[in-house]
């Protein structure tokens, strides 16, 4: 039950962004083929934005009771119940969400102004809310224990950091491939008909990958 409560934001989410890009793409096929009725595909762009925030939201839950259920089994808490982790949430949602956004922010400028620097901070501080949520600390005291955690420890982490992305994409790409190659083909079959809009309309597949990339 615990889990489901996490999942049912991620898919509603999900399959919110994948009904907007969808109809996106339809309605920029729309506007190639029928100049003399344009409708707007900025507006399903915008119809996005609550898909982003509440995929946003379930995996905000999601990261917080992981933590806190590892936090509650290293400290052989026999009963883990799913008030005891939505206690976590609560205590922890808020400094997790603005922390989040201020941290996206900060790693944002220091990949564009030094993109070495940039990368070496983003090890660091991928413990911080870890370290937040395990030893209740706040967003500073957070900071400056992410550093005290990770020396000596850099490179092993991030290339632990890399192999984990690498398998977690591979696994992805292999779920998502199905729907490449209907894309594909469609886009193909499109293409040799020289026809712009139809090409375009048969992108609509493509709107439904980032919703199944999500769920996965």
Excluded at 67 to 91: C, G, P, Q
Excluded at 93 to 106: C, D, E, H, P, Q
Aim: proline fraction near 4%; charge should be positive; aromatic fraction near 14%.
């Amino acid at each position: 039950l615990t889990l489901v409560t996490v999942i049912a934001p991620i898919l509603v989410g999900a399959l919110i962004l994948g009904y907007s890009s969808s109809q996106m793409y339809t309605d920029m096929a729309k506007n190639i083929s029928n100049p003399g009725t344009l409708s707007n595909p900025v507006s399903s762009m915008v119809e996005m934005i609550p898909g982003y925030i509440i995929v946003g939201i379930g995996f905000m839950m999601f990261f917080i009771m992981s933590i806190s259920y590892i936090k509650h089994y290293a400290n052989n808490v026999e009963d883990i119940t799913r008030s005891m982790l939505f206690d976590d949430v609560k205590k922890n949602a808020i400094k997790v969400f603005f922390g989040g956004i201020l941290l996206g922010l900060m790693l944002m400028i220091g990949l564009v102004l030094c993109v070495f620097p940039g990368i070496y901070f983003s090890v660091v501080v991928s413990h911080l809310f870890v370290i937040a949520i395990v030893e209740g600390k706040g967003f500073g005291s957070s900071f400056a224990r992410s550093f005290k955690v990770i020396k000596g420890k850099w490179w092993e982490s991030f290339f632990l950091y890399v192999i984990t992305h690498l398998v977690s994409m591979g696994l992805s790409f292999l779920v998502l491939s199905p729907m490449y190659i209907i894309m594909f083909i469609k886009m193909f079959s499109a293409g040799t008909g020289n026809n712009p809009a139809q090409m375009l309309g048969s992108l609509s597949v493509m709107g439904w990958v980032t919703p199944v990339y999500i769920i996965v």
